[in-house]
């Protein structure tokens, strides 16, 4: 069985999020959600309720989301992934400016962890734009985000700006 890795910070998962999970579906057989907890980036939500985003999103997936799992990590990731008996980590990329840190970063994990292959997935013409960080900022600046998140995560982020 192909056990891949997706892991991010999701704060909060985007509709770029979801197109990765679904292509990364066709790849693996079981994709875990690897919601992040230890981050250089702020989040504005805590672990739980990311993760708790994370699950009601995959729902959406139908008969897919049964070979999903999320969970929340800390730690270095190769050791999460061998911890999860995972040889695949899956990696979005939405533009060239992305490609840098990511290749650096799947070198290390590669150097770390050489039985764990990193495979990238370019995001959609239709996602390539939609960070969660701009999802943030726009959801700060009283914007719509109805088209770049899903409902659940708008109403989350709404209340949150309240």
Do not use: W
Request: one cysteine or more; a neutral charge.
């Amino acid at each position: 069985m192909r056990i891949g890795i997706y892991a991010g910070t999701f704060d909060p998962i985007t509709n770029g999020h979801m197109d990765i999970i679904r292509r990364a579906l066709r790849v693996v057989d079981k994709l875990i959600i690897a919601v992040a907890l230890d981050t250089e980036k702020s989040p504005i939500f805590e672990v739980e309720m990311r993760a708790k985003l994370v699950q009601i999103d995959i729902a959406s997936l139908g008969a897919d989301a049964q070979r999903i799992e999320v969970k929340a990590f800390s730690g270095l990731l190769v050791n999460f992934a061998r911890q999860n008996g995972a040889s695949i980590l899956v990696r979005g990329l939405r533009a060239v400016s992305d490609f840098e840190y990511e290749f650096q970063m799947s070198c290390m994990n590669a150097k770390l962890g050489p039985e764990i292959e990193t495979i990238f997935l370019n995001a959609s013409e239709a996602t390539h734009f939609v960070s969660s960080r701009f999802v943030k900022q726009i959801a700060r600046l009283g914007g719509e985000i109805n088209s770049l998140v899903s409902p659940q995560v708008a109403a989350a982020m709404h209340d949150y700006y309240k």
